[in-house]
């Protein structure tokens, strides 16, 4: 398979993590902050951000980067709380 295949496959994997994030959480089948809907978000920025970046669409790689972040903010966060739940 040749990288421009592959990039693409990510791009199109990224595409449906976030695609099926945000279906699930609109269905109340996940939680906005699950661990879960947060992986998605993750791993769908993640791969459309590799995909934006090979063929130079800047604005979408500006977009996932702070996607990842909203998601890794929030999985700090989620752990922060555990933390403290367990403390108490």
């Known amino acids: 398979m040749n990288p421009q ?3 693409d496959l990510l791009g ?3 595409a449906v993590c ?3 994030a945000y279906f699930l959480v609109s269905r109340k089948k ?3 902050d699950s661990l879960n809907y947060q992986l998605l978000n993750l791993v769908g920025g993640a791969l459309l ?3 934006s ?3 130079g669409a800047f604005p979408s790689v500006a977009v996932n980067v702070v996607w990842i972040g ?3 903010f929030t999985l700090s966060n989620r752990r922060g709380n555990k933390k403290d ?3 108490s």
């Open 5 to 7: 295949r592959i990039i």
């Open 12 to 14: 199109w994997v990224g």
């Open 18 to 20: 976030l695609l099926l």
């Open 30 to 32: 996940l939680a906005g």
């Open 49 to 51: 951000t590799t995909n």
């Open 53 to 55: 970046l090979y063929y």
């Open 70 to 72: 909203i998601a890794l």
């Open 85 to 87: 739940a367990e403390i």
